[in-house]
Structure formats: C-alpha cells, structure tokens
C-alpha cells in the first residue's frame, strides 16, 4: 500500500500521497490540501522545505555532499567531460555521441550571429554599468530579433530556441566585456572549440594574435561544468517561474540572470574577492574579519561560506579548491588572497559559530581566485557563472515546458489592515 500523510485540522483528519524521487526523497503530495480542507494553505518563506517541482535533470544531496547531473557524478563530468557535453546531456538527459555533439556543435556556429543593431543597445549603457545588467537586458533585447514564439510542441522549434541561445549567448558575454573595456566587437573564432572561442571572444586585442592557452581553457571548461546546474536554487526557480507564464526562453533566462546577479547567489563570487581584497588591504588580520562575521550587530558575512543546502561540504567547493591549486601553479601566479582565502577557510572550520551552524566554504569562495588567474576581470565573474549556469536554466525551462507545468503563483497569509474607509487627503 503506499503511504500517506494525514494532517489533523479543526478536528478532522485529511490524507496526501507521498511521493517519492528515485533517490528515496519522499514529499507530501499537498495538491488538494487548500480544496479538500476548507482553504489551509502551506506557509515557507525561502521555500525551505517546499519542492516546486519533480525533476530529472539534477540530483543533490546537502547532507552528503553530492551533485549529479542526470545520474553522473560531478567529479567525473569535471575531469572528462566538455562543456558542450555537458550542456547536451543537462538539456536532452544523456550524454552525446560524437556525431550528435559535432551535429550540436555545427549547429550553434550558425547561429553564433548577433544582429549588428544590437550594438547600438550596447552603445546605450555606460561603460560603468554592470556587466550582469547589461547581460540581462541584451538577452531580453534577442527577443526583438528573434520574435517569433517557440512552439513547445515541435521538437525542432524547441531545438532552434536553445541552439540560438547557447550560439549568441557567449556573443554577448564577450561584448559586455569589451564594451567595458573600450575594444572593438568580435565575434570569435569558429575553427575553434567552444571554450576557446569564448575566451578568444572576450580577450582578443585588434593589434595582436590571440593563442588560446590550454591551461587557461581547461580551467574555464571545469568551472563552467561546476556552475552548470544546480536544481531549482533563486535563479533556476526564476527561470522557471516567469517560462510558466508561457513567457518565451530568451525573456525567462534574462530574469534568471537578474536572480544570479545578488550577492547572496551568483553575485558571491565578486563579493568574495571584493572581501578577500578588502581584508588584505586592512592588514591580512582574518581573526577580526571572523569576529566580524559572528557579530550579530554587524552586518558583515563571510561572503563564499554558507549554502542553503549544502550543510557538510560543497563537493563543487572541494574540486575547485584542488584546482586552484593547480592553476595557479600551472600559469606561475602567486597571489597573496589565496593564502588569506586559506587561512580564513582553515579558522572558519574549526570554529564552533560555523560548525554548530554547518556553514562550509561554496563553490564560490574559490572560483574567483581562478577567474582572477586567468585574467577575467572581478565585475565579470558572475558574468562567467552565468555563461555556465545557462545549458541548466535552459534544460529547467525545457522540462517545465515539456511537461506543462502550471502557472508559478504561491499563495500568501494577509496580514494588513483589515477593510477601512477611504480617507479624504485633508483628513490623513
Ligand atoms: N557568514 C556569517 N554567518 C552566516 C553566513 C555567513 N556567510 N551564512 C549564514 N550565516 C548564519 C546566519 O547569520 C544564521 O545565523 P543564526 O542562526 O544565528 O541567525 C545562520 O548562519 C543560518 O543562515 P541563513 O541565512 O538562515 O541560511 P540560508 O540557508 O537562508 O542562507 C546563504 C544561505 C544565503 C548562502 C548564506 O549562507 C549566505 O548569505 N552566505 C554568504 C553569501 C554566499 O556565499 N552566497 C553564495 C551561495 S552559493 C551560490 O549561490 C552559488
């Protein structure tokens, strides 16, 4: 018999189905709650115990520490795997033979276009703005260029979207940078891998040949693999809930970008360098940082520390942490925030205000340091996470689609003035 849940309200007793995922996580099934009940609804601001959805893209324990993308271990899709691979199986659930990832490939180098009148939208931002706004408000502005809706019922209407999107996609990531840094557009290199491109997109001075290093590419693939997907955190919910509107892929990844762009999600990374930075500059002293950190009256937090459901270690943290290492070493850099970064890591972990709170470094707490080796500039890097998070928005918004879901509308307890007379402006 499967099992149930009964909630007990005003005396009667209300049954749900649980469900359970194929790794053993069970939910109460609470559809009919609010119907069958009398209007009892769920109340979880932060959504921290509330499942938005069934999927079959990304499996992560906190407790244990693990992340899969559709069954694979992170740390083998890491060392073996491209980025486009990874992009393919997130998006279509399994991984692609040669010929499809050429045929994928091939693909997106004709599509990789962006329309010229898009230059003048850049034109419009100072070179001040930040890159993630820029970003977000370009993806929005494909949308004039490619108007047409997707038809979620063709399978190659649905393929065409996402080909376009991971073709323009590094287009734009490219030009914010270079609009920021005063250097002409390019459109990259098509004899090139992805990856590759990317960086020849971004780096490339008019005057000069740009070599792609190996070290440098290898770096940025398994960074990009790490950011892929991550399950229904701030910025994929987002996605999913404004596509649930039937709102089309370029306007539903944009408002992804702006979830990722907070300091509390995608925007740690430049937070943590910014920290990193600023605690070296006051003299290297960790122990009054972590002070700071633990001070209620002070609004300061160990920015890279804490995850809303990791709650042991991060395992993207513990690959990047030994990359790091490595990267650094390969390309010959030494810099000092590293060791800061150490340090505070190593008396974070054994203090009890982190422990007793299972607040563990994040896949952020390094990745900037690596960014930082490679040359990509601070205010970039939550650029770069979104460059890597875009295959897992695009799969979530795919899935959503594909299944039909519902329109995202939570509900909500009213706790304002109950019904009151208009008052007159002379009388207020
Ligand atoms: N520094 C100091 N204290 C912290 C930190 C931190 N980084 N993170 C959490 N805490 C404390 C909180 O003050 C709270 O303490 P209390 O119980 O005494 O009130 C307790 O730990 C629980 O924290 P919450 O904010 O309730 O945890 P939540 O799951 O809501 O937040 C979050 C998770 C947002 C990641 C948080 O840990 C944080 O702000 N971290 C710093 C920002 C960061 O690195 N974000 C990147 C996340 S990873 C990503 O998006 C890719």
């Known amino acids: 018999m499967s099992k149930k849940a009964t909630i007990e309200f005003d005396g009667k007793k209300y049954e749900f189905p649980i469900v359970v995922g194929t790794e053993n996580e069970v939910a109460i099934q609470i559809k009919s709650l609010r119907g069958d009940t009398g209007g009892l609804i769920t109340l979880d601001p932060g959504y921290k115990n509330t499942g938005s959805c069934e999927s079959a893209i990304t499996f992560l324990n906190g407790e244990e520490g693990i992340l899969r993308y559709r069954g694979y271990a992170i740390e083998e899709l890491a060392d073996n795997a491209s980025f486009l691979e990874v992009a393919y199986l997130l998006i279509f ?56 809706a997707v038809n979620v019922d063709s399978e190659e209407d649905m393929y065409n979207a996402i080909i376009k999107l991971l073709a323009k996609f590094p287009v734009l990531v490219a030009w914010t940078l270079r609009k920021r840094q005063g250097q002409p557009l390019d459109y990259g290199d098509s004899s090139l891998g992805y990856v590759e491109n990317i960086l020849k997109m971004m780096f490339k001075k008019p005057s000069e040949n740009y070599e792609v290093d190996p070290v440098v590419a290898s770096a940025l693939n398994k960074l990009l693999i790490l950011h892929a997907d991550h399950e229904q955190n701030c910025s994929t919910s987002t996605v999913r809930i404004v596509g649930s509107s039937h709102a089309g892929l370029f306007a539903s990844i944009s408002a992804g970008i702006s979830a990722l762009w907070g300091p509390l999600h995608g925007g740690a990374n430049q937070a943590v360098i910014e920290m990193l930075e600023g605690i070296k500059q006051d003299g290297g002293d960790t122990k009054k940082y972590m002070k700071k950190a633990k001070d209620k009256n002070d609004p300061f937090r160990l920015m890279g520390f804490g995850h809303r459901v990791y709650k042991n270690f991060d395992p993207r943290a513990k690959i990047i942490k030994k990359s790091a290492d490595e990267v650094l070493g390969k390309l010959g850099v030494q810099d000092p925030v590293l060791d800061i970064a150490k340090g505070l890591e190593k008396e974070a972990l054994e203090d009890s205000y982190f422990v007793d709170r299972k607040l563990y470094p994040n896949v952020d707490f390094y990745s900037g340091i690596i960014y930082r080796a490679l040359g990509i500039p601070t205010e970039m890097f939550t650029v770069m996470f979104a460059l890597g998070r875009l295959p897992g928005w695009i799969a979530q918004w795919r899935e959503m689609r594909l299944k039909k879901e519902p329109i995202g509308r939570p509900r909500q307890v009213y706790t304002g003035e109950n019904l009151r007379s208009f008052k007159p402006m002379e009388n207020r």
Not at 104 to 124: C, F, H, P, T, W
Not at 136 to 142: I, N, Q
């Open 93 to 148: 659930g399994e991984l692609p033979t040669q010929q499809q990832l050429d045929k994928l490939y091939a693909d997106i180098k004709r599509e990789s276009n962006v329309d010229e009148e898009m230059k003048k939208i850049l034109d419009g931002f100072p070179k001040s703005a930040h890159p993630m706004g820029v970003l977000s408000s370009l993806t929005s502005a494909l949308i004039a260029f490619n108007p047409s």
